[in-house]
């Protein structure tokens, strides 16, 4: 068993706005990982993509890629599907140049019509797994677990789609599952419906979160917030995943970034983890 945690973004300790300089300062704060955010647009070229998995795989810094928000896999509008997949296969192309481990894809909206829209997230998602298989890359297509009933993304939902194609898995966040269930959350639950897909390793986002009530069970994120502000409960993830013995790198999503990421450490140490 291997636990890795690590920001989301440049740590906010960092002395510049530098990926490779996050890297060394990841490695510095004697964390493990780190997730390279392209959430607001892909900025990085191929050569620095490179450069910077060269340091990374140096200090034993694992990466992982955060793609553009801006992505909908099941729009009504041709042109934004083929710019949402082409935003993936760039952050994919730079993912294997940095020998990073997974993408994680906010895939889309359901619309109008639901089932057409999971459709139509299946068929872009085998397109894109189909072209992992032939260019042999070794990274991980990653599906996040989604907090707005309007956005494709249900545990479920994600686990069928990955029976059914090779290189895609979920990519677990379990504020935002906490956040669509109304503030409910049973991490035995998660971990006994991803047996079926027989992971070697599981990849996941935390932070505390804000959210708005949408019915019964049901509810909407809102915000992210640091860990001691909202539930869900980490400890209580951190127990299931030592008594899993999962491998697993959790990837800070709160706005104290690095803190937070301490804070899960220190859980996982009480707990008897040794890193």
């Known amino acids: 068993m291997k ?3 690590g920001p989301s973004g440049i740590p906010i300790s960092c002395k510049t706005n530098s990926s490779i300089d996050g890297v060394r300062t990841v490695a510095e704060l004697k964390l493990n990982a780190i997730e390279i955010s392209y959430t607001h647009g892909i900025h990085m070229s191929l050569e620095t993509a490179k450069e910077l998995g060269k340091i990374a795989r140096d200090l034993d810094v694992e990466l992982s890629i955060h793609i553009p928000y801006f992505v909908n896999l099941a729009s009504s509008d041709k042109e934004i599907i083929e710019a949402s997949k082409k935003r993936i296969i760039d952050s994919l192309q730079r993912g294997v140049a940095m020998n990073a481990k997974i993408i994680a894809v906010h895939a ?32 991980e297509f990653g599906l996040e677990t989604m907090g707005k009933q309007s956005s494709f993304g249900t545990l479920e939902e994600i686990i069928n789609l990955c029976k059914k194609l090779k290189h895609l898995v979920p990519y677990l ?44 069970g049901k509810g909407n994120e809102r915000y992210h917030v640091p ?12 127990k299931e995943i030592l008594k899993r013995k999962i491998d697993i790198t959790i990837i800070s999503e709160s706005p104290i970034l690095e803190a937070d ?14 890193f």
Not at 192 to 200: A, F, G, P, S, T
Not at 227 to 238: H, I, L, S, V
Request: with cysteine; aromatic share 14%; proline share 2%.
């Open 227 to 238: 860990m001691k502000e909202a539930g869900p409960d980490f400890e209580e993830y951190a």
């Open 173 to 216: 966040d379990p504020a935002h599952i906490y956040a669509r269930n109304g503030g409910q959350i049973n991490y035995k639950e998660i971990f006994d419906k991803l047996e079926i897909l027989k992971l070697n390793k599981i990849h996941s986002h935390f932070s505390g979160i804000k959210y708005s009530l949408a019915g019964i």
């Open 261 to 274: 990421s301490f804070r899960m450490k220190k859980i996982f140490e009480r707990l008897e983890y040794k």
């Open 108 to 139: 889309g909206y359901y619309g109008k019509d639901k089932e057409k829209a999971i459709e139509m997230i299946f068929e872009a998602c085998k397109e894109i797994t189909e072209l992992i298989e032939k260019n042999d890359w070794n990274i």
């Open 3 to 5: 636990i890795r945690l």
